[in-house]
């Protein structure tokens, strides 16, 4: 079988919007559903959705459900990093933004994801770059929550550091991920992901917001469906057949492409506006991306 060649085809780039759409609509969807539900049931539904669908994929595929107790222990991690505490994070967020600022804020996830992979991983060596790529990141997010965030209190700012610290998240759950499940089927990885994030926040949230009742309205339920069926079961499979087709420096680049989606979706049918200073500051982010990507100004391919 010939090797992929890692190249950003006509293919590549239709998974890629795709997914940024998916992953975008995300954001529109949980603020549809913010409406009936409190965050954490949010993200309840969100995982215990997607579990079925991905357990029909994977049996169909014919994936072995793995038995090693480290593995499920490695799943047992990225549930808590990649599920229920970014998730639950940004859903409580975005009770206080708009849900396009929550995505802007959240495309960090990839310099957060270099500079701890940096300090933890001996094969991803923390370099200038990278903490250039973080420091630009950082200065792109003190524009966006303005001088407020250090003269006084602002809700909306702890919703802003809320999002940060579900970015923070991801980035330990890439590590996590690279350490515990290295060389494991990833659509099995995925749906040992949400099925132990669906253990973990079950309990949670009955104790926080009681029994989850099924009695919600149509665009509650659709909304609930498009995070799973879309943000989550679709997003899951396009990303790995993008980073198997592409390489995980071109999936990267999504970061960059949920912003518009979940900006036009929030504009287009809530009404949400962003302000100049969050505009700038996705620019200043975009390019603390591309100095931390290291294509655009380090000449790599």
Known sequence: MPKPSLQMDRTAWIMLIALAAVWGGSFFFAEVALDELPPLTITLHRVVWTIPILAVIVVMKRIPVPRNP?????????GALNNAIPFSLIFWGQTQIESGLA???NGTTAMFGAVVAGVLLADEPLTGRKIGGAVLGLIGVGVIMGPEAVSGFNPANLAQLAIMGAALSYAFASVWGRVMLA????????LGMVTASALITAPIVWMVDGPPTLSLTAVTWGSLMGLAVLSTALAYVLYFAILVRAGAANLMLVTLLIPPFAIGLGALFLGERIGPEAWVGFGIIAIGFAVNDGRVFGGKR
Do not use: C, D, E, T
């Not at 480290?70 to 990225?78: D, E, K, P």
């Open 70 to 78: 480290r593995v499920w222990l490695g799943y047992l991690g990225m």
């Open 103 to 105: 995505s802007i804020l």
């Open 183 to 190: 060389g494991k089927p990833p659509l099995m990885n995925a």
